[in-house]
């Protein structure tokens, strides 16, 4: 029983190291910044203020421009001394305390990618192309950076870029990983890879990994939580919580193969008592967790069950009647498996 407790507690504890460790990993997206203030791109459009009224030079510079406060207080100079206006709709809303804008740090992308606006717009790639569902945008909020995929699909689709990583970024290539692979990322990777490329472009394992790599790796290195203790008890406590896991590098019959050729710890002198009613202390319900038969085929009691009386025929219902007198357990095996 104390070794259980140390394992669980060995087991927990990993949880909670790689849990913790997470906040390590970075994603390739731009670090901590100021809040999040909602900009209403719809609102302006709707308006007639095109994508150039705001984003000066976009289609000339590699970088397109922000806003300057001065040209948003062409028209909000007035609009904004509206009392009963929202604040939120206030060009004041967007300043900090130094009265430097702060409408563009959660979609900055990194400083490492090279981009450039006046390439695409010679080669007339609309705004929306790139910048999909702008025009209809109520709140611009992290996380609306412009997607690795998209940028992918588009040069596969075009020929406009070499997909490579080159064409894009400045100190990741295949033979450098990305950052986030040099912090504890052999306990931090599982974490991402289950996430997927929806939550970071970075988690996308597929970007450089052929689709086997996984299971091969898996195959080589035992995982972190398969100590010394592992045998003996948490690792049946892992399967019934994730047992697809176990198939990564488990054959489906490991499990009962590997019981059928060692005993439970539990199983010790005394086990087998006569009210044989230990199989339902662990194996409850029997018929869902399985027969008694994975382990026991070679009992010798099974070999003498009594044969079925003559007016008795397979189709009948035996726990109809004797469903409250049976002297073993009953593990939702069929009777006629032994009762012949």
């Given at each position: 029983m104390t070794r259980l407790y140390i394992g669980f507690a060995l087991m927990l504890l990993s949880l909670v190291v790689v849990a913790a460790s997470c906040r390590f990993a970075s994603t390739l997206l731009p670090s901590a910044g100021p809040a999040p203030r909602p900009f209403n791109h719809a609102a302006h459009l709707e308006r007639g203020i095109d994508c150039m009224t705001c984003h000066e030079g976009a289609e000339r510079d590699a970088k397109a421009g922000m806003p300057a406060v001065d040209t948003c207080m062409i028209c909000h100079e007035e609009l904004d001394q509206d009392p009963k206006k929202p604040p939120e709709q206030k060009v004041a809303w967007f300043l900090d305390e130094t009265g430097r804008p702060q409408w563009s740090w959660f979609t900055r992308q990194s400083e490492e990618i090279r981009f450039s606006h006046q390439a695409h717009a010679a080669a007339k790639v609309a705004?929306?192309?790139?910048?999909?569902?702008?025009?209809?945008?109520?709140?611009?909020?992290?996380?609306?950076?412009?997607?690795?995929?998209?940028?992918?699909?588009?040069?596969?689709?075009?020929?406009?870029?070499?997909?490579?990583?080159?064409?894009?970024?400045?100190?990741?290539?295949?033979d450098r990983p990305p950052p986030n692979h040099l912090r504890m990322w052999d306990k931090l990777h599982g974490r991402c890879a289950r996430e997927g490329s929806i939550r970071a472009t970075a988690n996308d394992c597929a970007m450089c990994h052929q689709p086997d790599a996984c299971t091969l790796c898996h195959q080589t290195r035992m995982p972190a939580d398969h100590h010394g203790a592992w045998r003996h008890h948490p690792h049946g406590f892992a399967a019934r919580l994730d047992r697809a896991r176990c198939g990564t590098c488990h054959a489906s019959d490991y499990c009962v193969r590997c019981h059928h050729e060692t005993a439970p710890r539990s199983h010790t002198a005394g086990w087998n008592a006569p009210a044989s009613r230990h199989c339902f202390s662990c194996h409850l319900p029997l018929q869902t967790s399985g027969s008694c038969f994975v382990c026991h085929k070679t009992t010798p009691g099974h070999d003498l069950a009594p044969l079925m009386p003559g007016w008795h025929n397979p189709g009948m219902n035996c726990r109809s009647c004797h469903g409250t007198s049976l002297k073993h357990p009953d593990n939702g095996d069929r009777c006629t498996a032994c009762h012949r």
């Open positions: 705004c929306l192309v790139c910048h999909e569902g702008i025009d209809k945008n109520t709140g611009l909020v992290p996380g609306m950076l412009q997607r690795m995929d998209s940028c992918v699909a588009c040069h596969a689709a075009t020929a406009r870029g070499k997909n490579e990583c080159s064409t894009c970024h400045t100190v990741i290539d295949r």
